[in-house]
């Protein structure tokens, strides 16, 4: 049973484990009994102090009476009372110490004898207390009361005869002589002196009755004599009983008290010596059994260690140089213990195993090293392949940095000529033509910046922004992109922003454009009919600067089954096969967008029935900004009310704008219309949903009732039909608001709409031609292609600058040295014999640190961005041109010019 090394390892521990634990009880025995020995020891001497306490406490309590006895001191009657409370909780604490003892009930009448003549102290000194200010009042206000009175009353006359004159004085000196008696009385009252007392009233009351004339006088002085004489027996009364009661009564009990606190000393004391013997009795034996144990310890583990040494340690030590023979290969004759059936016999076998391992061993390390030669030949194969990898795909990172350079910029000359010629006088047929023209140059530009998007991503160069940009703004953009490519399917567009989304955000707010207007350019793309829905929400964390931003995009279009819209966020995938010859497209949009969105450590989900329509949910983390302004904003609240009259079915305006800007207001349907006509003053406002042209003929002649009453009337129609709006106000003159709106201009025509002026507030996609304002200066253009110098100078003679063109960049550091009047510089960064670059640093070189040089390129990526600024450049505008970029860059430097 205990053959093998571990069964008898486990025995070995099992003892010491039961050793352990005999060792821990007995330590813990041992500390027990010392801790109760402690504990008795302790109580004794507690016990021992309260009574010498005690006995201390009884002898300051008869002093501080006899303090009381001899001056009536207050301080001696606090005293006494704090002593007094002190003894009652000494004699607690006692009884609770002692109520556990095995002769308890000796002590309990101990304690109970000494609480009663403790109690019996107390009372009797409240006595003494009452006795001593009796007398102090019978003696102040009494006594020296009717003394004084005598001698008020007897008074001496200079008509009076010497004889009687005589009998005053000696009545007088009786009483004063019986006044200087009470004194001595109250300093020491001994008996004899009340008879003094008492014979000298009588001499008083005999000259008395001698002296005077008036029989009323003698006998009012009589009186008085046997008032003093009465109130003097009352208060030698009193002394003697307070004086009774502090030398005999008071003075027995504390006698009592002390000889029961002797005693009591005596059983604490003796039950203390016996519980020091019994500790050192038990404190002997408790070490008497340790030492025995301890010695039992030791033998055993002292064996133990023998035990281990010989059978286990020296055999594996042994085994161990073996084994450490065999691994540097050396030779080994024998192997020990190879007979041995526990686990050092085991060991010993796969020592030998291992020596016969050995010489397999050396045969296939040669073929090892000729196996690794064969490898190592591989691996310089794999690393000359991955090097071609990365040259290839920065061949194509460059490939398609040169290919947009090179679309942008014949791109640019189309589109800037374009623009130009739509800010001409045209028919409305060539406007029509030229602005599909111009739309389809768009796309073009869109499916241009997704491959240049694409290929940053995939290259890692693609960073995103933080910085601070209005929400207004970015709704504007989108809703002003998207417009025109709803009406051309004459789809309706629906846009609802939580009104209480900070207006301020921090993020990069060209790509959340990016990737508002890839899920919304893929609704409107793959819906025939119906409408396409934008809903913004968001969540703030808490005790944080952060915010989650919810962006949902619904459609009612063909829709996807759930295996298409696992694969619609991969690259190039769309839902089938037919959806690009159907539809067009890249299929990079939701793939770019689902890697922007993960660049902002954020989630795209997609939600979608085949044939019944999509939405895709984006959330995004932001940063608020300080400034607590929201897209809508309480307003100045007009005197009226709002009507709102909207069909059953839907509303077109969001009751929770309202609510924001906090307007009172009535929602209602429009079939009560009519019945409302009554309830409606000249301060209050009406508000219609207009869904199409039956709903405009169903209620116009209430419509006509309404402003005929000079009411303020408004409109709210939905992107279709298009023509709604200006058939409502070519007829009335009241304010329409057309779907999509943003917040703020929902603000703005709710706050106008208690206005009485008319305007049609329309939808972003209806913007007229921008008027383009004058600018002085003169600027100098350097491109190198001719139709791009067309485009810019078509450009910048609309904004009225004068201009020369310069060919490369060595024409135009030659033109600017000799002839430095240019107020801006457009330079072009890709040109032969000199590149912008390097132009503008040999123009910094040569002193031309305030010239204004804006670079102008295809590359539009960060480090473009860079390069530009590190040449010396001020700023940098991307190919193709826009008016309006142009425009804000004149603008920025150059000053307008007067009319």
Request: aromatic share 8%.
């Amino acid at each position: 049973m205990f053959r093998t090394i571990k069964a008898q390892i486990l025995l070995v521990l099992a003892i010491l484990i039961l050793l352990l634990l005999s060792q821990f009880f007995l330590s813990r025995n041992i500390q027990s009994t010392f801790v109760d020995s402690l504990d008795l020891t302790q109580q004794a001497v507690i016990k021992v102090s309260i009574v010498r306490e005690l006995e201390r406490d009884v002898i300051d309590l008869q002093r501080n009476v006899l303090i009381y006895k001899e001056s009536a001191s207050e301080s001696a009657v606090s005293r006494f009372n704090f002593l007094m409370a002190e003894n009652q909780s000494n004699l607690m604490r006692l009884e609770q110490l002692t109520s556990q003892e095995a002769n308890s009930d000796v002590y309990q009448d101990y304690i109970m004898r000494m609480r009663t003549h403790l109690n019996d102290y107390n009372e009797n000194f409240s006595s003494v207390v009452d006795g001593r200010t009796k007398r102090q009042t019978l003696y102040s206000r009494e006594l020296m009361g009717e003394l004084e009175a005598l001698f008020n009353t007897i008074t001496t006359s200079e008509n009076k005869a010497s004889s009687l004159l005589d009998s005053l004085e000696k009545t007088k000196y009786h009483i004063a002589r019986a006044e200087n008696i009470l004194l001595q009385y109250l300093q020491n009252p001994e008996q004899q002196l009340v008879s003094t007392f008492q014979r000298q009233m009588s001499l008083a009351k005999v000259q008395i009755s001698q002296q005077l004339e008036s029989k009323k006088n003698v006998q009012t002085a009589i009186d008085r004599l046997n008032k003093v004489e009465t109130d003097f027996l009352q208060l030698t009364k009193i002394t003697r009983g307070y004086l009774f009661l502090v030398n005999v009564v008071m003075a027995g009990s504390a006698n009592e008290f002390l000889f029961l606190a002797r005693e009591l000393n005596r059983l604490v004391t003796e039950k203390f010596t016996n519980t020091n013997i019994a500790v050192k009795q038990t404190l002997d034996k408790t070490r008497i059994g340790s030492d025995l144990f301890s010695l039992v310890s030791i033998i055993l583990v002292t064996f133990t260690a023998l035990f281990l040494a010989y059978r286990i340690m020296l055999p594996i030590n042994i085994i161990t140089n073996v084994f450490q023979r065999l691994a540097k290969g050396k030779h080994v004759d024998s192997i020990p213990s190879l007979k041995r059936k526990d686990e050092i016999g085991l060991l010993a076998q796969a020592a030998d195993v291992f020596r016969e391992k050995n010489k397999q061993t050396i045969s296939l390390l040669e073929q090892s090293q000729l196996i690794n030669a064969k490898q190592e030949a591989l691996n310089t194969q794999l690393v000359a392949s991955n090097q071609k990898v990365e040259q290839a795909t920065a061949s194509k990172s460059m490939f398609l940095a040169n290919m947009s350079h090179e679309i942008r910029t014949p791109m640019n000359g189309i589109i800037g000529m374009l623009e130009i010629v739509l800010r001409s006088e045209l028919s409305q047929s060539q406007r029509k033509q030229l602005t599909k023209a111009a739309y389809s140059g768009q796309i073009l530009m869109n499916l241009i910046n997704d491959i240049l998007d694409f290929s940053k991503i995939e290259a890692g160069k693609l960073d995103i922004e933080s910085v601070e940009f209005s929400v207004e703004s970015l709704f504007v953009n989108i809703l002003a992109n998207i417009s025109n490519r709803a009406q051309e399917k004459n789809l309706n567009v629906k846009f609802y922003s939580n009104p209480n989304l900070p207006a301020q955000l921090v993020g990069d707010p060209l790509r959340i454009n990016q990737i508002l207007l890839n899920l919304c350019s893929n609704a409107i793309k793959f819906t025939q009919n119906g409408q396409v829905s934008i809903d913004i929400d968001f969540r703030l964390h808490e005790e944080t600067q952060l915010l989650t931003l919810y962006l949902e995009v619904s459609d009612t279009g063909i829709g996807m089954n759930p295996e298409q819209a696992s694969k619609v966020f991969d690259s190039f995938t769309q839902a089938d096969g037919s959806t690009s010859r159907n539809f067009g497209g890249s299929g990079l949009g939701l793939s770019i967008v689902t890697q922007l969105v993960e660049l902002m450590e954020g989630s795209v989900t997609v939600d979608s029935e085949e044939n019944k329509g999509s939405t895709f949910k984006v959330a995004i983390t932001l940063a608020k900004t300080d400034k607590e302004a929201e897209v809508i904003s309480a307003r100045p609240l007009p005197s009226g009310k709002l009507y709102y009259f909207s069909q059953a079915q839907m509303v077109f305006l969001n009751t929770q704008y309202i609510d924001k800007i906090g307007l009172k207001y009535h929602h209602l349907p429009l079939s009560q219309l009519s019945a409302t006509f009554e309830d409606i003053t000249s301060n209050d406002s009406v508000l219609l949903d207009i869904d199409n042209q039956s709903t405009f003929r169903a209620y116009h002649e209430s419509i006509d009732k309404l402003v005929n009453k000079a009411l303020n009337v408004g409109f709210i129609t939905l992107s279709q039909p298009s023509n709604l709006p200006n058939q409502l106000s070519a007829i009335w003159p009241s304010e329409c608001l057309s779907h999509p709106f943003t917040p703020h201009q929902a603000s703005t025509f709710l706050e106008r709409l208690f206005i009485k002026e008319s305007k049609v507030i329309q939808s972003p996609s209806i913007a007229n031609i921008h008027e383009i304002a004058a600018y002085e200066g003169h600027v100098l253009l350097v491109e190198d292609n001719t139709i791009n110098q067309m485009v810019a100078g078509e450009m910048l003679k609309l904004l009225g600058v004068t201009f020369d063109v310069a060919e490369n960049g060595q024409q135009a550091v030659t033109k600017i040295v000799n002839s430095p009047q240019y107020d801006l510089v457009f330079m072009d960064i890709q040109m032969p014999i000199m590149d912008g670059y390097e132009a503008t640093r040999m123009l910094r070189q040569k002193g031309h640190n305030n010239l204004i040089i804006c670079g102008l390129s295809a590359n539009a990526m960060k480090q473009d961005y860079s390069k530009a600024k590190e040449a010396g450049m001020d700023d940098y505008i991307v190919k193709p041109l826009k008016q309006k970029t142009l425009e804000n860059l004149v603008a920025k430097y150059l000053p307008k010019r007067s009319t």
